[in-house]
C-alpha cells in the first residue's frame, strides 16, 4: 500500500534536546585519513575502497569521484574561481515583465493554457541574487544531484518544482533530435511564418541553430496583429521557455530545436515539463559546481525560491502575500526580489553552520489544497529531456518526504541507463523501494543511526576551515529535533546566531536571560 505518503504526513512537536556530542576525525600531514571501518548503514561497496582524501573534503572518495575539479576543493585553500567569486547568472524576470502582456487574445490564450506552460508568465523573479545563489551552487554534486549541507543532502525535487513552478511532472519525455542550421530556417518558416530570406540571415546571425528571444518576441507582435494565432502563439511560447527552464548561458539565445515541442499546438500539454526544468538545472548546476565554470544557466528563480522556501534564516526574502492566502497561485510567486547585504564568501561560514533547525522540511503542506503530493516525485531513477540525462535520487533527500533518512544506495550511472522512459511509466516499484527501506520521520529531521557518521566520510561538511592554518578536523555532529513551527525556528537560529557571535557561555549571568529565551524557542 503506498497511501501513507499522502499530502500530510505526520509531524510530531518535539522538546529538542541540547547538542549530544561530536566525533573528531583527524588528517595526517599529507592529508589523507586513515582507513575505518565505517559504522552501521554504511555500504560495503564504500567500505572497500581506498580513501584516497582531500583536505577539507571526503576522505573516502568513492561517491564525490568529481571532486578534485570541485569548485568545495578550491575554496577550502582560498582559491576562487575568479576576481568576481559569484557566479554570473542568466534572469530573465525584468524582460518577461515587458514582454508578458496582462491578456492574451482568446484563441492564444487557450493553446497556452492547455500547452501546462501557463504558470511562467508570472512566476520569475526581478532579480536574481547572484551571491546566495552562488553559495549553494558551490555545495552542488552531480554524482548526487544534490546540496552537500552540514547535516547531509537536499535536492530541488519534482514536487518542489510542482509546488513553485505549478509545472505538470507526470507526461512523457523529449527525445533529442539533431537540428542544423538549414532545418532551423525551415523550421521557422513553417512554423513560425517569417519568409525564406528573413530565416536565413537571422539563422545566420546567430551562428548557429539558435533563434533571439527579442526575434520571437517580434514575431509574436507581429502574428498577434495580424490575427495569425498558431504563428504567434509558437513564437511566445518558444520565447517563453527560452527566458525561463530553458535558459541558457547566452542569455539572448534560445535553442531551434525547442520549436519542435510546439509543431502540434493540441499536443504539447503531454511532456512533463517539470522534469524538463529539473533536468535542464541539474544539467547547468553540474556544470557551474565545477572550478572553472563562472556562468549558471537555467531557471535561477526556480532555485532562488526553492532556498528561500526551505531555508528562512538565510540571504533576504521579499514577500508579496502570505501562504494563506495565495488563492492557488504557483509559490514562487510568493516570493520577491530584495537586494542582499552578504556577498558570497559572508555567506559560507552561515552555510557551514546551518542546522536540521534552520531548515523547513516540509515547507508546502500548506499549499496542498493546489498541488497534492504525486508519489511519482519517490521514483529513483534518470530522468531525460533532449539529449541530456541526470540521476534523480529522492532516496537521498528523504527528510524532504517526511521520512527518515537512511545511508542511500550509490547514484546511479546515468550512462549505463538504456530503459529511461518504461523506468519513467513504471515507477511504483522504485517508489517501493525508496520507502520500504524507511518509515515516517517522528520528527522532522530524523535519521537513522550512523548517517552522519557516514555522510562526513564521504562528503564535506564544509567549506571554509574554522582555521585556515590548523589541521582539519571532521566533526560528526548529531542533533536531535528543533522546533517544528517555522516562526520558532527562525528565533532560534537568531538567537543563537548572536550567542555565537559574542562567544557567550551558557554560566554567563549577563547572557543568561537569551539562553532561556533560546531554550523556550527550541521547544516550540
Known amino acids: 500500500m503506498l497511501c501513507r505518503f499522502g499530502p500530510s504526513l505526520p509531524v510530531t512537536k518535539v522538546r529538542a534536546t541540547r547538542f549530544v556530542g561530536t566525533l573528531v576525525r583527524r588528517r595526517g600531514a599529507d592529508g589523507r585519513i586513515p582507513v575505518r571501518t565505517l559504522d552501521r548503514g554504511a555500504s560495503s561497496s564504500a567500505a572497500a575502497a581506498e580513501p584516497t582524501g582531500y583536505p577539507g573534503g571526503p576522505y573516502d572518495t568513492s561517491l564525490l569521484v568529481k571532486y578534485e575539479h570541485h569548485v568545495a576543493r578550491h575554496i577550502w585553500f582560498g582559491e576562487e574561481r575568479g576576481p568576481k567569486k559569484e557566479l554570473k547568472v542568466a534572469g530573465h524576470g525584468l524582460k518577461l515583465n515587458s514582454r508578458v502582456p496582462l491578456a492574451l487574445p482568446p484563441q492564444m490564450e487557450s493553446w497556452v493554457s492547455r500547452s501546462g506552460l501557463a504558470s511562467l508568465q508570472r512566476t520569475s523573479l526581478n532579480k536574481i541574487d547572484t551571491n546566495l545563489v552562488s553559495a549553494f551552487v558551490e555545495r552542488w554534486h552531480l554524482e548526487t544531484s544534490s546540496f552537500h549541507m552540514p547535516f547531509g543532502e537536499m535536492s530541488i525535487t519534482l514536487d518542489d518544482v510542482a509546488c513553485l513552478l505549478h509545472l505538470p511532472i507526470r507526461g512523457i519525455f523529449w527525445s533529442p533530435q539533431d537540428v542544423t542550421e538549414e532545418l532551423a530556417v525551415e523550421l521557422a518558416v513553417d512554423y513560425l ?52 527552464i530553458f535558459a541558457d548561458k547566452t542569455f539572448t539565445f534560445v535553442e531551434a530545436r525547442y520549436l519542435l515541442l510546439f509543431r502540434d499546438l493540441d499536443g504539447c500539454s503531454g511532456y512533463s515539463w517539470g522534469a524538463a526544468a529539473l533536468v535542464t538545472l541539474y544539467r547547468y548546476l553540474g556544470d557551474a559546481s565545477m572550478y572553472s565554470c563562472k556562468q549558471l544557466g537555467g531557471y535561477p528563480t526556480l532555485l532562488q525560491c526553492w532556498i528561500h522556501e526551505y531555508f528562512p534564516t538565510v540571504g533576504k526574502r521579499g514577500e508579496n502575500w502570505n501562504p494563506a492566502g495565495n488563492c492557488g497561485l504557483p509559490r514562487a510567486m510568493r516570493w520577491s526580489y530584495r537586494q542582499g547585504v552578504l556577498k558570497v564568501d559572508d555567506l559560507r561560514p552561515i552555510l557551514d553552520e546551518l542546522t536540521p533547525t534552520d531548515v523547513i522540511w516540509r515547507p508546502f503542506e500548506d499549499h496542498r489544497a493546489w498541488r497534492v503530493f504525486d508519489e511519482i516525485c519517490l521514483y529513483r531513477g534518470c530522468l531525460k529531456w533532449g539529449e541530456t540525462v541526470v540521476p534523480y535520487l529522492p ?24 530503459d529511461i522512459d518504461v523506468d519513467w511509466i513504471s515507477y511504483h516499484q522504485s517508489v517501493v523501494d525508496v520507502i520500504g527501506s524507511s518509515s515516517v520521520a517522528t520528527t522532522p529531521s530524523e535519521v537513522v543511526d550512523g548517517y552522519l557518521e557516514w555522510y562526513y566520510r564521504v562528503s564535506h561538511p564544509r567549506l571554509v576551515p574554522p582555521h585556515r592554518d590548523a589541521p582539519r578536523e571532521v566533526p560528526v555532529s548529531v542533533y536531535d529535533a528543533g522546533p517544528s513551527d517555522p516562526d520558532w525556528a527562525r528565533v532560534s537560529t537568531l538567537i543563537r546566531r548572536y550567542l555565537r557571535q559574542v562567544n557567550a557561555e551558557e554560566e554567563d549571568p549577563q547572557f543568561s536571560d537569551l539562553f532561556e529565551a533560546l531554550h523556550i524557542s527550541r521547544s516550540h
Open 193 to 244: 511564418g517569417v519568409s525564406q530570406s528573413q530565416a536565413q540571415s537571422h539563422v545566420r546571425s546567430c551562428r548557429g541553430s539558435y533563434y533571439k528571444l527579442e526575434w520571437l518576441y517580434d514575431i509574436f507582435v507581429h502574428h498577434r496583429a495580424a490575427s495569425s494565432w498558431a504563428y504567434a502563439t509558437r513564437a511566445y511560447l518558444l520565447m517563453l521557455v527560452g527566458s525561463t
Open 395 to 418: 532516496d537521498r533527500c528523504l527528510r524532504q518526504f517526511g521520512y527518515r533518512q537512511y545511508v542511500p544506495s550509490p547514484p546511479l550511472d546515468c550512462m549505463m541507463a538504456t
